[in-house]
């Protein structure tokens, strides 16, 4: 089954810096990928989303690029701010979907004021 | 409209226990999918179902087993339970059943089985 990888754990960013968490991947037929935000006590929510047709996508502040070559994915968060605080999962789905969604392991985001 | 409804929030079982528990999905959507959520291993898949058929399945054991009402409810169960079943369960749904199509997930808040 896919295998993904993230990194780091733990990232401690001060304020108005950016943050960059990195995924790795294992099936090369993954096609669509995207990031969820998890903040203490709730629901995960779908931040930003990309699907293999595209090297990369922008809202705002965030932004995720995607290598297929090296199988790697990276969430950008640019000014960070104190509500930034939380734990992003990366998530991978094969396009066989057998495995359905297979979720990193989480990065918990802290941001210094 | 109402979000993803999961039913207890909260439970504490003995080890040997049976669990069922229960997810209302957001009106519309077919594809109800579980997740086990610990601290150390982030968020496991358990299961998707869409349209009353189980159409993944993740490496867990046959205790953990799951269905899909005709309404799009889905229920999730696990016999004798262990210790390390302790987790919140999450269930989400969406609007497609994946492959290229594959759409958000929303979440539920989640049931948080305790098993002493």
């Known amino acids: 089954g896919e295998n993904v990888e993230q990194h780091p754990s733990t990232l401690s960013v001060q304020e108005g810096d950016s943050a960059v968490i990195k995924c790795t991947y294992s099936?090369?037929?993954?096609?669509?990928f995207p990031w969820y935000k998890q903040e203490l006590g709730k629901r995960p929510q779908l931040i930003i989303d990309?699907?293999?047709?595209?090297g990369e996508k922008k809202d705002q502040r965030i932004a995720v690029t995607l290598n297929k070559t090296a199988k790697h994915f990276s969430l950008h968060i640019t000014e960070t701010q104190p509500e930034d605080s939380a734990v992003y999962f990366c998530a991978v789905y094969s396009g066989g979907g057998a495995d359905g969604l297979t979720f990193g392991k989480g990065t918990h985001l802290i941001i210094q004021p | 409209k109402a979000g993803v409804t999961q039913t207890p929030r909260y439970l504490i079982k003995t080890r040997g226990q049976q669990v069922t528990l229960s997810c209302s999905p957001i009106s519309g959507h077919r594809s109800v999918s579980w997740y086990q959520q610990t601290p150390g291993q982030g968020l496991q898949f358990l299961f998707e179902y869409f349209s009353e058929t189980q159409r993944n399945k993740g490496n867990f054991p046959g205790r953990f087993s799951g269905r899909q009402f005709s309404n799009s409810r889905s229920e999730m169960n696990v016999s004798t339970l262990e210790l390390g079943d302790s987790a919140l369960y999450l269930c989400?749904?969406?609007?497609?059943?994946?492959?290229?199509?594959?759409?958000?997930?929303?979440f539920g808040e989640g049931s948080r089985l305790t098993v002493l």
């Open positions: 099936d090369s037929a993954s096609n669509y």
């Open positions: 989400a749904s969406s609007l497609a059943a994946g492959g290229s199509n594959t759409g958000e997930l929303f």
């Open positions: 990309i699907r293999s047709n595209v």
